[in-house]
């Protein structure tokens, strides 16, 4: 009876684990990008936002609003990347909520009544209360807590991908350019699909070698 050699080689496991770190680093890639802050003012008209730059990673706009004082802002996220969460870094004073709308396309338009939400992607309202919290889900769920209900935008699901995107943020207590806000835009790397394809392929091809390998292996004995 022959023995076969009992060379060690990687198994399954170990494999896919060393291709999911591979599919881990290029998500990463260009994540030290430098990031971008922005200061205000900003537009007050939805037919002209003031654009911003994003780059991957943080994002900070802060300015001003309070009494019905509008600012509109419009950005693109490129190609290979998503908007991955939008943080509160400093809200209203609570129970003041501020407006926080999303549309998409370089554009705002709502109806000043807003009996409709048409236009927008999506919208929600947050305070110092939501300091360091994400919103973008809450943004992609077009409602907030405690306010009525105003049917119209299209929702979403985060993350944003790539595209063109603008803002509408206002507050109407308090006096004209009284009430601060500070939001992070945080921009992440996400895969092409062509990479999660290599990545797939490899498990697979890596899963067969080592089958055909064990089958070799029991032919010997």
């Given at each position: 009876?022959?023995?076969?050699?009992?060379?060690?080689?990687?198994?399954?496991?170990?494999?896919?684990?060393?291709?999911?770190?591979?599919?881990?680093?290029?998500?990463?890639?260009?994540?030290?990008?430098?990031?971008?802050?922005?200061?205000?003012?900003?537009?007050?008209?939805?037919?002209?936002?003031?654009?911003?730059?994003?780059?991957?990673?943080?994002?900070?706009?802060?300015?001003?609003?309070?009494?019905?004082?509008?600012?509109?802002?419009?950005?693109?996220?490129?190609?290979?990347?998503?908007?991955?969460?939008?943080?509160?870094?400093?809200?209203?004073?609570?129970?003041?909520?501020?407006?926080?709308?999303?549309?998409?396309?370089?554009?705002?338009?709502?109806?000043?009544?807003?009996?409709?939400?048409?236009?927008?992607?999506?919208?929600?309202?947050?305070?110092?209360?939501?300091?360091?919290?994400?919103?973008?889900?809450?943004?992609?769920?077009?409602s907030a807590a405690d306010f009525p209900a105003v049917p119209g935008a299209s929702?979403?699901?985060?993350?944003?991908?790539?595209?063109?995107?603008s803002t509408w943020i206002v507050d109407g207590d308090g006096v004209a350019n009284?009430?601060?806000?500070?939001?992070?835009?945080?921009?992440?790397?996400?895969?092409?699909?062509?990479?999660?394809?290599?990545?797939?392929?490899?498990?697979?091809?890596?899963?067969?070698?080592?089958?055909?390998?064990?089958?070799?292996?029991?032919?010997?004995?």
């Open positions: 009876m022959k023995v076969a050699s009992h060379r060690q080689s990687p198994s399954v496991g170990a494999l896919c684990r060393r291709l999911a770190l591979t599919a881990a680093a290029v998500v990463s890639l260009g994540s030290a990008a430098k990031a971008a802050n922005y200061t205000g003012p900003y537009s007050d008209n939805g037919s002209a936002p003031t654009p911003v730059s994003f780059s991957l990673g943080d994002n900070i706009l802060s300015g001003l609003t309070g009494g019905f004082v509008s600012s509109y802002m419009t950005f693109t996220i490129a190609p290979g990347e998503d908007l991955s969460s939008i943080i509160v870094l400093d809200g209203s004073p609570a129970p003041d909520r501020t407006f926080f709308g999303i549309a998409s396309g370089d554009t705002v338009y709502v109806d000043p009544s807003f009996t409709s939400a048409a236009g927008l992607i999506g919208w929600t309202l947050y305070s110092d209360a939501d300091d360091n919290t994400d919103i973008l889900p809450a943004l992609g769920t077009a929702g979403f699901t985060p993350p944003l991908g790539p595209g063109t995107y009284t009430v601060p806000f500070k939001l992070d835009f945080v921009v992440s790397s996400a895969p092409e699909p062509s990479a999660w394809v290599l990545t797939l392929a490899g498990v697979g091809l890596a899963g067969a070698a080592l089958r055909r390998r064990a089958s070799r292996t029991f032919a010997m004995i």
